[in-house]
């Protein structure tokens, strides 16, 4: 029995080799609702970044312009670096199918050319 007394109760180490079980995620979105929007204002707290989503109706208008927000995603700093991952990855991709996007208008926009009638 002594020898029972003098022997160390080891906790199993797992072995690398085995993997845990994978999570499994399901999405439900039969209540989705979409939404489109133009506009974005990002604002954060020490505890939250803040995303306003919203349609600008004229987006090119000189003066005073109301924007209305129709939604407003909230969400720790944790998730926003995830969400900036993916963001960024889900464009390189599609730049790299498509080509770059210029997100400066005036750059977009090709000189007209203007035909002109010969004389005679």
């Given at each position: ?23 499994t ?47 407003r ?5 944790y ?20 080509g ?12 007209s ?8």
């Open positions: 029995m002594a020898k029972d007394k003098d022997k160390t109760d080891e906790t199993p180490v797992a072995d690398p080799a085995v993997a845990a079980p994978q999570q995620l399901t999405v439900d979105d039969s209540n989705l609702s979409a939404g489109y929007a133009n506009f974005c204002r990002v604002s954060s707290t020490p505890e939250e970044l803040i995303l306003d989503l919203g349609m600008n109706p004229n987006p090119y208008a000189q003066g005073n312009v109301t924007v209305h927000v129709g939604q995603i909230i969400m720790n700093h998730t926003a670096k995830r969400l900036l991952s993916a963001l960024s990855m889900a464009l390189q991709r599609h730049e790299q199918a498509f770059v996007l210029e997100t400066d208008v005036r750059r977009r926009v090709k000189p050319v203007t035909a002109t009638m010969p004389r005679s």
